[in-house]
T-cell receptor, first 115, second 112 residues
Framework: AQKVTQAQTEISVVEKEDVTLDCVYE???????LFWYKQPPSGELVFLIR??????QNEISGRYSWNFQKSTSSFNFTITASQVVDSAVYFC????????????FGAGTTVTVRA | NAGVTQTPKFRVLKTGQSMTLLCAQD?????MYWYRQDPGMGLRLIHY???????AKGEVPDGYNVSRLKKQNFLLGLESAAPSQTSVYFC???????????FGEGSRLTVL
């Protein structure tokens, strides 16, 4: 079985603050993939990143960065210098061999950035 | 460049009625999925398909049926709608296994 836990239900920050979203996953597999998706108020789901279990390098894309730590089964996401446009629901997701690579999503974290 | 298109976008049903949601993708993707999104529960997989003519059950398949007669289309059917099926439904497709999912805009279904 696989499971994704996003313990933070809602986070509210003031513009320009940094915000970190936690994601903890469970899987028995050694081969798996982790994802983050963004769902802005308009409702569509936007892919942000895909990371495989053999690549523990952190990644930075503009104001977004991801910290993958297999030792703690975590794949956390940080938004630096947040902006109002970052307000959205963010989902962490896991795909693994044992689950036929079907994607399992966490419950999501709602981020509100206030001007 | 349409990507993934879902129809209809909104629908209101009475309990017991049937309906079909259509998902069409123009990216020649093999894999297609139907998810439902409910508050506080993330997205849950209903059914999926790994290629034309194939379907398989996901996490919450009860009360739904699917068909993938053509590679570009994935249909989700509700034979006898129940209020518990009130939700937002998302179709997605991917080029490869464990690949990035491309989502449709969602279909909001209300069952009274």
């Amino acid at each position: 079985a696989q499971k994704v836990t996003q313990a933070q239900t809602e986070i509210s920050v003031v513009e320009k603050e940094d915000v970190t979203l936690d994601c903890v996953y469970e899987t028995r597999d050694t081969t798996y993939y982790l994802f983050w998706y963004k769902q802005p108020p308009s409702g569509e789901l936007v892919f942000l990143i895909r990371r495989n279990s053999f690549d523990e390098q952190n990644e930075i894309s503009g104001r977004y960065s991801w910290n993958f730590q297999k030792s703690t089964s975590s794949f956390n996401f940080t938004i630096t210098a947040s902006q109002v446009v970052d307000s959205a629901v963010y989902f962490c997701a896991l795909s693994s061999v044992a689950n036929d690579y079907k994607l399992s999503f966490g419950a999501g974290t709602t981020v509100t950035v206030r001007a | 460049n349409a990507g993934v298109t879902q129809t209809p976008k909104f629908r209101v049903l009475k309990t017991g009625q049937s309906m079909t949601l259509l998902c069409a993708q123009d990216m020649n993707h093999e894999y297609m999925y139907w998810y439902r999104q409910d508050p506080g529960m993330g997205l849950r997989l209903i059914h999926y398909s790994v290629g034309e003519g194939t379907t398989a059950k996901g996490e919450v398949p009860d009360g739904y049926n699917v068909s993938r007669l053509k590679k570009q289309n994935f249909l989700l059917g509700l034979e006898s709608a129940a209020p518990s099926q009130t939700s937002v439904y998302f179709c997605a497709s991917s080029l490869r296994v464990a690949g990035e999912l491309f989502f449709g805009e969602g279909s909001r279904l209300t069952v009274l």
